[in-house]
């Protein structure tokens, strides 16, 4: 399927999805936001990666935010709908069963921060800017910043953030725990890659225990995180790749992982 505001492909079980408005440094508008959703949901009907990569096009932004030319027509009815939409997007690339990664290589600002928030980790370049400067706008974030952010970083430094709308760069991003790892601009998407590739040859059913206890658990109180664990560690010991694994190190070679999600 083509699309007009993202381009999508898949090599060797990795999906890049590129977020592809570069005149408007990647701002997404609502037909963004349906492409985005439409590229979620077909790999996740029809398995088709192992891993999902998110980018920006060009060398200047990830995104840099919502369209905010579309804000003078909406109303608050709307405003709540264009919320919510983009919302259940994001929940769609946070609960996908694969590892996602933002490869941020520019502005990472309001809704593009929450994009990046809303992958398993965030790779970034250098030159990337983070931050939610909505109030700026007299508005406030809508695709779940205030949340995913104050998770990451911690509530003070996510109200600071917030409330005064001030960019950070990547390197401060990394301090705030926001980033996993910072590259220089012309590495980011080899190193990205690199790993990328590493996570789509481990033990599928593993990788998607270990991302639904981490988001779940850190919802809930210790004794219950653990509880989802123990849970998720025994449907992994059932898995095909658990088999391989430990049969593997017994004979001294490397395993051979199918990732198949059957147990
Ligand atoms: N929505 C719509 N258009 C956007 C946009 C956004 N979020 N961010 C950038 N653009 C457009 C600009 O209007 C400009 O279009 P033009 O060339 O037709 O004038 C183009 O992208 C380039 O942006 P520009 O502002 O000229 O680049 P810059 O290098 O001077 O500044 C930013 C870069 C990211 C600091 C600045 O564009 C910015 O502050 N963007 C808005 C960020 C924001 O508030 N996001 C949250 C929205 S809720």
Redesign the pocket.
């Known amino acids: 399927m083509d699309y007009k505001n993202v381009l999508f492909e898949v090599k060797e079980n990795v999906a890049v999805l590129t977020i592809n408005r570069p ?3 990647n ?3 609502p037909e963004t936001l349906g492409e985005i959703e439409d590229v979620i949901d077909r790999i996740y009907k029809e398995n088709l990666a192992r891993v999902l990569v998110i980018t920006g096009a060009g060398d ?2 990830f995104v ?8 003078p027509k909406m109303n608050s009815l709307q405003a709540r709908l264009f919320a919510k939409k983009g919302q259940d997007i994001f929940f769609k690339i946070e609960n996908l069963p694969i590892p996602t990664i933002a490869c941020v290589n520019g ?1 990472a ?4 921060c929450e994009l990046a928030m809303s992958c398993d980790f965030i790779y970034a370049s250098e030159k990337a ?1 983070f ?4 109030i ?2 007299g ?1 406030i ?2 695709f779940g910043g205030t949340q995913r952010l104050a998770r990451l970083v911690g509530r003070a430094k996510a109200k600071e953030l917030c409330m005064r ?1 001030e ?1 950070i760069s990547a390197q401060e991003a990394k301090e705030l725990g926001l980033v996993a790892k910072v590259f220089k601009p012309e590495e980011l998407m080899d190193k990205t890659m690199e790993v990328a590739k590493a996570l789509a040859n481990k033990a599928a059913v593993a990788l998607r225990a270990i991302k639904e206890v981490i988001n779940r658990g850190v919802e809930v109180d210790l004794v219950t995180g653990c509880a989802l664990e123990v849970e998720a560690f025994a449907t992994s010991f059932a898995s095909e790749d658990a088999k391989e694994g430990a049969t593997a190190f017994l004979e001294k070679r490397k395993p051979n992982f199918k990732g198949s999600f059957t147990s």
């Open positions: 005149k408007v440094l701002a997404l508008n200047k932004a840099a935010g919502a369209d905010i030319s579309e804000f502005y600002l309001g809704g593009g800017r931050g939610q400067p909505e700026n706008l508005i974030p809508g709308g960019q």
